[in-house]
Nanobody
Framework: VQLQASGGGLVQAGGSLRLSCTAS????????LGWFRQTPGKEREFVAGISRNGGAIDYANFVKGRFTISRDNAKNTVHLQMNSLKPEDTAVYYC???????????????WGQGTLVTVSS
């Protein structure tokens, strides 16, 4: 599985961005999908995850109520709608795919290349 992320950019605090990640391959439905983020000097951290059929969704506490994850299995795509962005959301965002449902750095099977989100104050 190859993951291609897009949608990052520069936005003012309070603004919105929508990240997208498209996967290649015919096994998309086998994977739980998610988004992680990383800033310099810090470990990559979980942001949001969605199960194979979209029935189970989880968010990190720091994005609950502001970010929404969704997937379109017909288009092999997962999205992350980010609203009410804060300067502390500035990071490189990575999409991820895993066969399990653990949402840890060790459980991820495939990573996208990352897309930079910068939120100015």
């Amino acid at each position: 599985v190859q993951l291609q992320a897009s949608g990052g950019g520069l936005v003012q605090a309070g603004g919105s961005l929508r990240l997208s990640c498209t996967a290649s391959g015919r096994t998309f439905l086998r994977y739980t999908l998610g988004w992680f983020r990383q800033t310099p000097g810090k470990e990559r951290e979980f942001v949001a995850g969605i199960s194979r059929n979209g029935g189970a969704i989880d968010y990190a506490n720091f994005v609950k109520g502001r970010f929404t994850i969704s997937r379109d299995n017909a288009k092999n795509t997962v999205h992350l709608q980010m609203n009410s962005l804060k300067p502390e959301d500035t990071a490189v965002y990575y999409c991820a795919a895993e066969l399990t449902n653990q949402a840890t750095l060790e459980s991820v099977d495939y990573w996208g290349q990352g897309t930079l989100v910068t939120v100015s104050s």
